[in-house]
């Protein structure tokens, strides 16, 4: 799913392209794209882009007399700028919205259509779309201490959750506990004073870095490969590679639909996180630390 820096590069690549651009006409191939009915998606034709912004993981065009279109791209979704009148992908689009300097695609290569797109009026209304979550880059050290602190659950879920803190996902949790040296699965109420200050300065310093990596190596093109796995991250999808910090391989733990990908040696102090389906398996027979799971890679390949 874009997160806090795919969506930012999102918007600065669209803000050239469409800010005080006239759309001009919206094509929705997709029956299951727009949710809501009043007011309708044709409100928004024939009037002018006057800004663009993110709310959360969500992208929102907003137009006048207090018009919003509010597009959540959900984990598949991506937009694609072509020249005006552009055809819509036969499998895997969803959208086109020609305006005055040409036409965005919305795409989403899934078969589970989930991306979604709302028009509202008025700032109350666009407020609803708001899942609440603390603004990283313009809290105070107190605010991201109060939510961490607000109920008991491991990091990599309260990083994730939209209503703890706006705009990070499950790549850039993992690339920020990495960075912050914690372990996915602490409590947060066993988080002290010295970690949720280090954990702070790794939330802006990750979120900040790959916002800026992003837009430079896309320059003045659009971006084409929005994606969850970069070559240049830490952690996240490297499940087996060696850590760029300390050189051990990278673990993960899987749950759900997601999975966590840490270091143990800079995280966990050595120690194996195992997720509870593996350990009900494994049981007695699950790794508890780094050595151990090297010594029975090393026995392993001596009879094999």
Request: a positive charge.
């Amino acid at each position: 799913m874009p997160e806090y820096p795919d969506i930012s590069l999102y918007i600065h690549a669209l803000t050239p392209r469409i800010k005080s651009a006239v759309l001009e006409r919206c094509r929705v191939s997709s029956p299951f794209l727009v949710r809501t009915f009043d007011p309708p998606l044709s409100a928004v034709e024939g009037r002018r882009v006057r800004g663009l912004r993110r709310l959360g993981k969500r992208i929102v065009f907003e137009f006048d007399d207090e018009l919003f279109v509010v597009l959540h791209l959900m984990i598949a979704g991506r937009l694609r700028w072509r020249e005006k009148g552009a055809a819509i992908p036969g499998k895997i689009g969803l959208a086109a919205f020609d305006f005055s300097s040409g036409t965005l695609l919305l795409t989403e290569a899934s078969p589970k259509k989930r991306a979604a797109l709302h028009v509202v009026r008025g700032a109350a209304a666009l407020a609803g779309h708001d899942p609440g979550g603390v603004e990283i880059f313009s809290a105070a050290a107190s605010e991201i201490a109060t939510a961490l602190r607000a109920e008991n659950h491991t990091l990599k879920r309260v990083l994730t959750d939209p209503h703890v803190f706006s705009g990070i996902g499950n790549a850039y949790s993992d690339e920020i506990l990495h960075r912050a040296g914690l372990s996915p699965l602490q409590q947060t109420s066993n988080l002290s004073d010295a970690e949720i200050e280090t954990l702070f300065k790794a939330m802006k310093a990750v979120l900040a870095e790959w916002t800026e990596r992003l837009i430079a190596q896309t320059g003045d093109t659009f971006p084409e490969n929005v994606t969850a796995f970069r070559p240049e991250m830490a952690v996240h999808g490297k499940f087996g590679q060696p850590c760029p910090v300390c050189g051990a391989p990278v673990q993960r733990i899987v749950y759900a639909a997601n999975e966590a990908n840490y270091c143990a040696a800079c995280q966990t102090g050595g120690k194996l996180l195992a997720d509870r389906a593996l350990s009900r398996l494994l049981k007695k027979d699950w790794p508890k630390t780094l050595e151990e799971l090297e010594e029975r890679k090393a026995r392993n390949r001596s009879t094999s």
